[in-house]
């Protein structure tokens, strides 16, 4: 391209209410649904499981005050990606892009994906499982449509955002009543000797908190998007502590409702805990439960889409990524390559895709880069006190959260270890093998050049700049 082109960048179309819709409607997707009843069968008691709800939004809220700081120090989009880069250099930070590109991004998508379509066709399937293809084939459409929503406009995407994020609060809301109803009729049997039968094992608490931090996921969405946020240094941190604060006010008191109206082993035994709430507590208006779950599911989905493909797109404009995946739409301002190299990915891992699996290896591979993120917070306090921080966290809180994070992902490994999560670590570490001869000695280096030439023409792109 010509130096003297005029260059796209990013517009700043993200305000507040935006962005507490793009945290708060991706975190409550699918999880809050689905995994209420692998935490407590993992810990056992109704007790324990509130505890473990209550610490995962407590372990949220204090390491988004830590991603705050960077995101207001280091204000580039790419949220871990773009920090591991600035801080630990870039053969950790490709190894970070590599496995969340082709791994980490897809099976959020695809496991959200999932969720959806399990309650979108549960009511035309009463008595039987839905067949796994008819699930598999409804997942995939949904993740159509919303790569299409995004490509075509950031402005647009927001506002489906936002509408769902309405519709899901309000639907947590009609939950909450529910329960708060049932209590004051008396039904408090599940939380009588609450804390009996806890597993209080290293695995089974480390697995409840995977659970529950699944529902917890896209609290750092907006980190990703930082570029195209107005006035980051004060919406940042205002929107993670609104919405989180939000979100886990609203979990705890949906767990209580779902334990007022169902026994423990009600729950553990449901497949779809709302359904199950819905048919007990509004009776033949119970579809409405699987409609909202379906609602939930679909605007956390948008809300993975939007922020996963920023991951792509700045990771190919720092070059590690073909050039293709680093620009935008010249009309409409949306990184459409990335989107639609994330859209084809996470079809892929559809393909096999397992929810319960999904959630334990995706779980492990982000916290493993959490806590490499946290590190390179530590080392930007200690090394560079000079750089401007409009927001500031003392240093004993990301070190406490880098040792939760190492908990979390050595527990389960130590505990129980299995094949799958050498697999996954084998996957992480193959970065640095790609790294060295195609990025760091450039091996082949117009090898797209065709490629990218055709895709520019076809589908209209062109480089991007920053937008700072």
Same mark, same amino acid.
């Given at each position: 391209?010509?130096?003297?082109?005029?260059?796209?960048?990013?517009?700043?179309?993200?305000?507040?209410?935006?962005?507490?819709?793009?945290?708060?409607?991706?975190?409550?997707? %699918?999880?809050?649904?689905?995994?209420?009843?692998?935490?407590? /069968?993992?810990?056992?008691?109704?007790?324990?499981?509130?505890? &473990?709800?209550?610490?995962?939004?407590?372990?949220?809220?204090?390491? /988004?005050?830590?991603?705050?700081?960077?995101?207001?120090?280091?204000?580039?989009?790419?949220?871990?990606?773009?920090?591991?880069?600035?801080?630990?250099?870039?053969?950790?930070?490709?190894?970070?892009?590599?496995?969340?590109?082709?791994?980490?991004?897809?099976?959020?998508?695809?496991?959200?994906?999932?969720?959806?379509?399990?309650?979108?066709?549960?009511?035309?399937?009463?008595?039987?499982?839905?067949?796994?293809?008819?699930?598999?084939?409804?997942?995939?459409?949904?993740?159509?449509?919303?790569?299409?929503?995004?490509?075509?406009? &950031?402005?647009?995407?927001?506002?489906?955002?936002? @509408?769902?994020?309405?519709?899901?609060?309000?639907?947590?809301?009609?939950?909450?009543?529910?329960?708060?109803?049932?209590?004051?009729?008396?039904?408090?049997?599940?939380?009588?000797?609450?804390?009996?039968? %806890?597993?209080?094992?290293?695995?089974?608490?480390?697995?409840?908190?995977?659970?529950?931090?699944?529902?917890?996921?896209?609290?750092?969405?907006?980190?990703?998007?930082?570029?195209?946020?107005?006035?980051?240094?004060?919406?940042?941190?205002?929107?993670? &502590?609104?919405?989180?604060?939000?979100?886990?006010?609203?979990?705890?008191?949906?767990?209580?409702?779902?334990?007022?109206?169902?026994?423990?082993?009600?729950?553990?035994?449901?497949?779809?805990?709302?359904?199950?709430?819905?048919?007990?507590?509004?009776? %033949?208006?119970?579809?409405?439960?699987?409609?909202?779950?379906?609602?939930?599911?679909?605007?956390?989905?948008?809300?993975? @889409?939007?922020?996963?493909?920023?991951?792509?797109?700045?990771?190919?404009?720092?070059?590690?990524?073909?050039?293709?995946?680093?620009?935008?739409?010249?009309?409409?301002?949306?990184?459409?390559?990335?989107?639609? @190299?994330?859209?084809?990915?996470?079809?892929?891992?559809?393909?096999?895709?397992?929810?319960?699996? $999904?959630?334990?290896?995706?779980?492990?591979?982000?916290?493993?880069?959490?806590?490499?993120?946290?590190?390179?917070?530590?080392?930007?306090?200690?090394?560079?006190?000079?750089?401007?921080?409009?927001?500031?966290?003392?240093?004993?809180?990301?070190?406490?959260?880098?040792?939760?994070?190492?908990?979390?992902?050595?527990?389960?490994?130590?505990?129980?270890?299995?094949?799958?999560?050498?697999?996954?670590?084998?996957? $992480?570490? %193959?970065?640095?093998?790609?790294?060295?001869?195609?990025?760091?000695?450039?091996?082949?280096?117009?090898?797209?050049?065709?490629?990218?030439? @055709?895709?520019?023409?076809?589908?209209?792109?062109?480089?991007?700049?920053?937008?700072?």
């Amino acid at each position: 391209m010509d130096e003297k082109q005029q260059k796209l960048s990013l517009k700043r179309e993200v305000g507040l209410i935006g962005a507490v819709s793009l945290i708060a409607g991706t975190m409550i997707g %699918s999880g809050i649904f689905m995994s209420p009843q692998t935490v407590i /069968s993992s810990v056992g008691s109704s007790g324990a499981s509130l505890v &473990v709800w209550a610490s995962c939004g407590l372990l949220v809220i204090l390491v /988004s005050f830590c991603y705050a700081e960077l995101g207001t120090v280091i204000q580039e989009s790419g949220g871990e990606y773009i920090y591991i880069l600035r801080t630990s250099g870039p053969v950790m930070a490709f190894m970070l892009a590599f496995s969340s590109i082709l791994f980490v991004r897809p099976a959020g998508v695809a496991g959200i994906s999932l969720s959806f379509a399990q309650y979108v066709v549960a009511p035309f399937y009463p008595e039987c499982p839905p067949p796994v293809s008819v699930v598999k084939c409804v997942a995939a459409a949904a993740v159509l449509v919303l790569a299409t929503v995004n490509c075509m406009n &950031v402005r647009f995407s927001m506002s489906v955002q936002v @509408f769902f994020m309405v519709a899901k609060v309000v639907a947590l809301g009609v939950i909450v009543v529910g329960g708060v109803v049932m209590l004051a009729k008396g039904n408090t049997e599940s939380f009588q000797n609450s804390f009996e039968n %806890s597993n209080v094992g290293i695995n089974p608490i480390g697995v409840a908190l995977y659970q529950g931090l699944w529902s917890y996921d896209g609290w750092n969405n907006l980190n990703y998007v930082t570029e195209e946020l107005k006035r980051p240094e004060v919406n940042l941190p205002r929107a993670l &502590v609104i919405a989180i604060s939000l979100v886990t006010g609203l979990y705890l008191l949906v767990n209580v409702s779902y334990l007022t109206v169902m026994t423990p082993k009600e729950l553990m035994s449901s497949t779809a805990v709302a359904i199950t709430w819905g048919n007990k507590v509004l009776g %033949s208006w119970g579809w409405i439960m699987s409609l909202a779950a379906a609602l939930s599911a679909f605007g956390s989905l948008n809300g993975t @889409f939007f922020s996963g493909g920023r991951v792509c797109f700045v990771a190919a404009r720092e070059g590690h990524m073909p050039d293709i995946l680093s620009m935008a739409h010249v009309h409409r301002l949306t990184p459409s390559p990335a989107l639609i @190299f994330t859209t084809v990915i996470s079809l892929v891992v559809l393909i096999p895709g397992d929810f319960q699996s $999904i959630v334990n290896y995706f779980s492990f591979t982000a916290w493993f880069f959490y806590a490499v993120t946290l590190s390179g917070l530590i080392y930007l306090k200690i090394k560079k006190p000079e750089l401007p921080r409009p927001y500031s966290v003392p240093i004993v809180l990301p070190i406490l959260i880098l040792l939760v994070a190492i908990f979390l992902v050595l527990a389960p490994i130590i505990d129980q270890p299995q094949i799958e999560y050498l697999y996954v670590a084998l996957f $992480i570490l %193959s970065g640095a093998i790609v790294y060295v001869p195609f990025i760091h000695f450039k091996l082949c280096p117009g090898m797209f050049d065709k490629v990218t030439t @055709f895709l520019q023409l076809f589908l209209e792109v062109a480089p991007a700049e920053k937008n700072l």
